[in-house]
């Protein structure tokens, strides 16, 4: 059962491919595959712990798949994402092989949310990084092409240090299992244990690093950009989180990491002040959102409080990329109250104003940053905040108030995928405190 | 007709039998589905140098991505095999030996998967650089 997240996916993509004709096949199919995944990642939630040693290979010998708390609930949420991006798709003029690729995405997604095996991990960051980067190079233009071909070079050079850093760390410990190396772990195996952290720095678009991401996000048509915006960082963040709070503490990587991600809030917020195209700015927003989760996570460890902005995070960019494809389709949005409103809903949420969900994960990160004094960050996060709801506030501005640009028919699929977000954003917030409940079981268990 | 022609013509021939040979001595010994794969995709190459691309896209009835999906699903309805016969997902389901292919598997059946998307992979690119060219 656990594999079938993985299995189903590109069984589905290969029948797209043995049949490219049929699309309106495509369409349904690819939104049943993603309800399937949805529910198996429910499914899994209802079990403490579920373990697969794949082809019966025992323990520390063969690739462990494990659907723990965790886990099932990333799984769960790129089958939420999966749901919500083919929605979305219906209303828009896509290229061939639009479907396959974006379920190969998925399936990729799931493995290295599932895997507990090193290399494996390597292998599921590869075909996410080739299904990510035909599926942008394939709906742009030619100057477009520059901002794939940064995003594909700068993800080599990450899977290039992953990959060094794998071998050397087998090399010396003889081990691939994330527990079996924690277990063996040596002081002279630092140095690959600092490499495999940049590749997921690289990965989730820390700062150094972070340039990749808004050269290509904008790049795409609207609902790649949304796919991507859910899924691609928050892989890089959450194989981070596992593979850290596995293996030993080290205190001088945290360290390093907290830093870095001050710097990513800092550098997020101010370059997207100086952005004028509308996913440009969600962009450079995601890298501050994304140093502000790993902030929390280098201060607090794994705390409810980090899965639960990490669930938040997905929902809410998710959103925003939508509702920017859409305004972007159109030139400005006056005139809907649906979109309008789920737009304040989700800008509310990211800023982290009180009643939405933002607020509680906020709340309480920033509350374990100074908690663990971090003063300076924690202060600088709330300036985040501040800087992140000035933004919301300008694109308002520029996108909902003012004179009625055109007529475009936006399609109803575009405005139900918008909805199901906004009602997920809403429920976060109306039951955070159930949702806090159910993020600290995941972590306990 | 050209040296390369004639070449291929003999060349052919004994490297797709290679290439099926690689693909069914490849469990237990050095080869299987990947090398294999190259072989038959290389021997497509030669058959492009010999015969130009106008001819070789007549004679091949089939598009690369039909050749990568069904390599694709073989490989993964080889992993419905462990369950069917009360084992694990993936784990490898042995038959009866059958001369020149060796042991009838699931692994073989997975072998053959990817043999055809290797294959399949170099046929999508060749034919892209072809088409670019032209």
Redesign the interface.
Known sequence: MI?LPI?LP??V??????F?ECQRLQKSLAFITSLVIYALGLSFLSDSKTV?????WEWPFGIVLVADGFSSVMVSLVGLVGIVATLYSYGEELRD?HY?LSLILLGSVNGAFLTTDLFNLYVWFEVMLMASFVLLSTNVSKDGFGGAFKYVLLNLVSSFMFLSGVGLLYGSVGALNFSHIASRLGSEDLLSVYLIAAAFMIKSALVPFYFWLPASYHRASATVSALFAALLTKVGIYSLIRVLSVFPEIPELLFAIGVFATISMLVGIIGAFGQVNLRRLLAFDVVSQVGFVLLGFSTGGLSSAVVFYLIHMIVVEMNLFLIAGVIEKRGNFIGSGIIGFSFIVSACALAGVPPFSGFFGKFLIIAEIFENSWVLSGVLALIMGLGTLVLMARIWDIYFWGEKKGEIVISSWQIISVIILTIVTLSLSIFSAQVLELCQWVIDV | MSFVALASRVIIPLQIFLAFFFLFRGHNLPGGGFIGGLLLGLSLVLALLGFGFQRIKEAIPFEPSTVIGIGLFTAGISSFFGPLFGKGIFTGVWGSTVPFIGKLSSVLLFDVGVFLLVAGIVMKVVYSLMEEEC
Do not use: H, N, T
């Open positions: 594999a299995i590109f069984m993509a290969a029948i797209f491919l043995i490219p697969l040693e794949v082809g019966g092989r396959p």
